[in-house]
């Protein structure tokens, strides 16, 4: 279950603009480290992401 969930997240994270499916893993990794993301903005933090990938974002990704 935990996999299929981990996949759907990937399958999630690949619709915003500049995500594959490489950084939808880091981006998974990331917050399995760190914790949920506070704000969309720190997403930037993720190796592999900058703030311009980020900025496109804008409209598209929300933090709940």
């Known amino acids: ?3 299929q ?3 759907c997240k990937e399958t999630a ?3 915003l603009p500049g995500v594959g499916e490489q950084r939808a893993r880091a981006i998974i990794e990331y917050r399995e480290q ?3 993301f506070a704000a969309v903005e720190e997403a930037a933090a993720v190796p ?3 703030e311009a990938v980020v900025a496109e974002w804008d409209g598209l990704a929300y933090v709940s």
Do not use: I
């Open 34 to 36: 760190y914790g949920r």
């Open 48 to 50: 592999g992401l900058t």
């Open 1 to 3: 279950l935990r996999r």
């Open 5 to 7: 969930r981990q996949m």
């Open 13 to 15: 994270l690949c619709t």
